[in-house]
């Protein structure tokens, strides 16, 4: 079955960095777009950072353009997405997901993805 597990989030402090990972294993990944997407307490899921499976494009969410790096490696099946400058307003449960986007163009809606990770927290504090 398809699994996507990530890793890498914990506490850090204002200003500091973090890299998130996300290892896929039952599903051909170089077809897929990945996603980040993050869920604060009392918020609903949002988009955060997305990559074709091609790896040439990518897509941010405004608040973290030119902070948050996303990339990936088809050859370990990997997504990463690197955090820098990080903000309280950053704090959430990241999840990453998969999305069967070969033949169609990239989207930042959720309900468009087909796999999903248990989360990942990250927590910054002022």
């Known amino acids: 079955q398809v699994q996507l597990v990530e890793s890498g989030g914990g506490l850090v402090q204002t200003g500091g960095s973090l890299r998130l990972s996300c290892a896929a294993s039952?599903?051909?990944?170089?077809?897929?777009?990945m996603g980040w997407f993050r869920q604060a307490p009392g918020k609903e899921r949002e988009f955060v950072a997305g990559?074709?499976?091609?790896?040439?494009?990518?897509y941010y969410e405004d608040s973290v353009k030119g902070r948050f790096t996303i990339s990936r490696d088809n050859a370990k099946n990997t997504v990463y997405l690197q955090m820098n400058s990080l903000k309280p307003a950053d704090t959430a449960v990241y999840y990453c997901?998969?999305?069967?986007?070969?033949?169609?163009?990239?989207?930042?809606?959720?309900?468009?993805?087909?796999?999903w990770g248990q989360g990942t927290q990250v927590t910054v504090s002022s």
């Open positions: 997901a998969a999305a069967d986007r070969y033949y169609r163009d990239f989207t930042r809606r959720s309900l468009s993805y087909d796999y």
């Open positions: 039952g599903l051909t990944f170089n077809r897929y777009d």
């Open positions: 990559i074709r499976w091609s790896g040439r494009s990518t």
